[in-house]
Each structure stands twice: as structure tokens, then as C-alpha cells.
């Protein structure tokens, strides 16, 4: 059973004085994984039948922006498995369904997501892991590295290639064969248990494989890395908007030579800028949820959009409250200084901006052929003769 | 009784009409640039990026109000336009014949 939406904003505020401390020992407390759970922040909008909580597209980006306010690492928890789940549901058998789903909402099982290498990261087309047939089973061989909670997953959905076709393949991390090495004391996200993989001829049944080779990217891989686009986007406005009101609270408290802060015309231009960007972002947000809620294709661009701004945003105003608050955000405990971390790695996973940029400007293309109707760009429809 | 309902409802011999074709390849055609032939295997060609392949899959949901599962995702059905036209023909007769129960 897990809880409403008001559920998790208590539960978040009662942890939030925890989080410098998970960013400062490398992990979260293991106990807070399943109070995640408990308390509906995971896999909210799974259907009430697999334990979710049939949360809609714009609740998810709530709680996703609650939780990114507070750390990013737990925020990070929630796409994650936000990012399987939805995976599986979308494409996954019966089996797979019943079998995981409700124990993603719950937390229960925690899951990872691997699909960057040494050797494939913006380029995911080439992954070069290899799934075999092998009698009735197959196995799974490779290098996974910057797996998000790999360190600690009950399960991973590994993206490699089956025949030479794209595959996605769930590997459960008890079997042999399979070595973590844990990431330790990177830029951001540290307390995400993120660890590179090592798979050697792991043995898997056939009926981990979700999807027919041939869609492991493109639908697997891209159906999970939608989600993760649609909840990091959240996150980074939650983590734009906490840091944007330590900010202010900052200018309006410290004083020095009679000035408060606040009073310079130089730190009210950085605090309406960020509120600028800020605002622009989380309307993009709530752009891509309208889209997700009325099933438009578009949807995928418009979150790639909202991604793309909610990162930038958060690189620029988590800077910025660091600059507002001088020394003390440069301090080990620092929060905003912790949210820069953060907020530099958000720009580079699910897609680095330049990236984003190229999915955009499909989309810009496509509706100005679409719009434009015997004007440069139209593109007439010849009736096909049957070929 | 509802193999003979479904046999007078499927395509007749021939490309599926109802113009499900030729919407198809107006919906590439933004994509794409020009539209590509009833029978073009765009993925094939590798004019089909992966952002796009799963749009693919949306937009013919939304459009002809159907859901993909897991088992229809068979490049077969995808890869030309007439493929989608009999894949989304061959659904809506199945949902027909389901509705008749
Ligand atoms: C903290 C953290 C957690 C992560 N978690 C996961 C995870 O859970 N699962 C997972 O699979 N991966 C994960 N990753 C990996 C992440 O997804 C990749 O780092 C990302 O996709 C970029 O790949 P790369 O690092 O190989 O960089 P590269 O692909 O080498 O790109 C480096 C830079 O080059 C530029 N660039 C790349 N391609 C283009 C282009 N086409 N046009 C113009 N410029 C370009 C961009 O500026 C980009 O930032 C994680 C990474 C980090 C840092």
C-alpha cells in the first residue's frame, strides 16, 4: 500500500535535514529506500494494480520537484525506478509486470538502469554488450559503467545487443558472473550508490529479455529514458527553486557595513533573473505533463525541451546562490553548494544539452512542415503508387 | 462464427485502404523531409531516428486509437507504411470481433 502525494511532502520535509549528511557519507540510509515506498515517492504512476499509486503526469513531476529540493541522490532514486518500471510496464510481459512492478513502488526491490559504457554514452547505438542464446537461457557480457544505484539494485535493465540487434534484458544481481564496482567521491550525486558494471557470461532466462531484439533502444531504453527526462526535468526545478529561496533568505539576512545584501542593485538583478528562469522552466515542465496526460507524440520532444531548460536552469541559479552566499556556499556542508554539484551532472545524463538541442530542433522542423503549407519547407504527399 | 466476422472485416487481398496509408506518410513526411514510398523500409534506410521510432508508436496509437502491447512490437508491423496500415487494420478487426463477444 503505498501513500498520496501528501504523504510524500511530509515524509520530505521530515528528512530533509538528512540529506548534506547522505552527500557527505556516500549513501542513503537503508531504511529510507523503503520509507521512500512507503511514503508513494516511487513508481507513483504505476496503476493501483502493481502497488502504484496511479499518480498523473503532473503529480509525478511534483513529487519529483519536492523530492529534487531536497537531494538529489533520492531524487535520483525516483527516476531510477521510475525509469524500470515504467520500462516494464510499457513493455514488459505479465510475468515481468507482476513480478517487479509492485515491488518497485514499494521499494522493495530497488532498480538500475545500465546503459552507458567506456565507449557508449550520448551514443547509446554503440552499446557493444553482448546477450546470447545459451541452451534455454542466455548470457549476458559487457561493461556497464555510471549505473545509478548499481552498487546496491535488486535489478538491472541492461540494454546490449542480441544477434546484433538492440536488446534490453533484466538481470537480476544475485547472479553469477555479475561484479560492482563502486563509484566513489564524484562531482554530484553522491550518495546514488552509482557503480560501474562488470557482467561475465551472466547466465539470465529468455524471459528477462523485454521486448523483441530490435527495440531494446529505441522503445526499451527510450521509454525509460523519456521517464527519467520527464522527472530530472522536475528535479531540477525543485532543486532551481530551493536554491533560488536560500538565496533570497541569504541576501535579506546578511548585512555588512549597514547594506543588506538584498539592497544591492547587482544581487536583486541575479535574484529576479533566477526567478525569471526559473518560472520559464517549470512552465515547460508543466508544458510536457499537459502533453504526456492527452498521449500527443509530441510529448517526447516537449520533455526533452523541458529537460534541456530545467538542467541549464538549474546550472545557472544553483551558481548563482552559491555567489550570493560567498564563502558560506563554498563551506563542506553547503547546501546550494551541493545542488551546484548536482545540478553539473544533470546537465550531462539523460542527454548533454547539445544533444537535447538536436531532438529539439526535429521537433522544430517537423511542426514548421507541418504548419507550413505550400510554403518553403511544405512537403507534398505524392499518392503512393503500391511499390 | 467470430473468424467469419473478422475474415469479412480484414483488408481484402491488396494494400489496406480507409487511407490509413497515406497518413502515415504525411506524419513521416514531417519527419523525414519527403515521404517515403507505401512500401519503403525506413528503418532499413536509417532515416528513422530512435526518438522517433517510439513517436512512430505513440502516434499511431493516438491516431487510430489503439494501444501497441508488448507482443505487437514486431518490426514487421512498423517498418513500411502499409505495414502500419495493416497492422492498425488487423487491430481494429480484432477489437471488433472482441466487442462482439
Ligand atoms: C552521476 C552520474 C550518474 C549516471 N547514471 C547513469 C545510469 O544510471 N545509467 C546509465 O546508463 N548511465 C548513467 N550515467 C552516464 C550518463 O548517462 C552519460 O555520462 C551521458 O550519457 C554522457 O555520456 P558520456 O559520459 O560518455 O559523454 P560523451 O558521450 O562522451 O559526451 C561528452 C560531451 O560531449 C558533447 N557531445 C556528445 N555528443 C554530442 C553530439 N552529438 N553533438 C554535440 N556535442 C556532443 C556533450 O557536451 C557531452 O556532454 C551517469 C553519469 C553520471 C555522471
Redesign the interface.
Known sequence: MTGRPADAAVFLEAVRAGATGWDGARQLPAELIREAGRAGLLAADLPHHYGGAGASASDVGELSARTGGVCSSLRALVTVQGMVAAAVLRWGTAGQRETWLPRFASGEAVAAFAATEPDAGSELAAVRTRIEPAGSQLRVTGRKVWVSFGEIADVVLVLGRLDGAPAAVLVETGRPGLRRRPVRDQLGLRAAHIAHLDLDAVPVPRGNLVAAPGFGLSHVAGTALDHGRYTVAWGCVGLAAACHRLATGHALARVQGGVRLSDHQLVRALLARSFVDLTAAEQLCRRAAALRTAGDPEFLAATVTAKYAAARTADSVSRDAVRIHGSAGCDAGSVVGRFLRDAAVMQIIEGAPEVNEMHIADHVIREHRRTAGGHPGHVPVPSGAVP | MHNAIMTSRAPAA??PDDGV??EV??YL???L???P????DYFATGRV???????????V??RFGLVVE?ED???AHFRT??AIASFVAAKRAATDAAGRR
Do not use: C, K, M, Y
Open positions: 491488396g494494400p496509408t497515406d506518410r504525411s513526411a514531417e519527419a523531409g519527403d515521404a514510398g507505401p512500401g519503403e531516428n530512435s526518438l522517433f521510432a517510439l513517436q512512430l508508436i505513440v502516434f496509437e493516438a508488448p512490437l514486431d518490426l507504411a502499409t
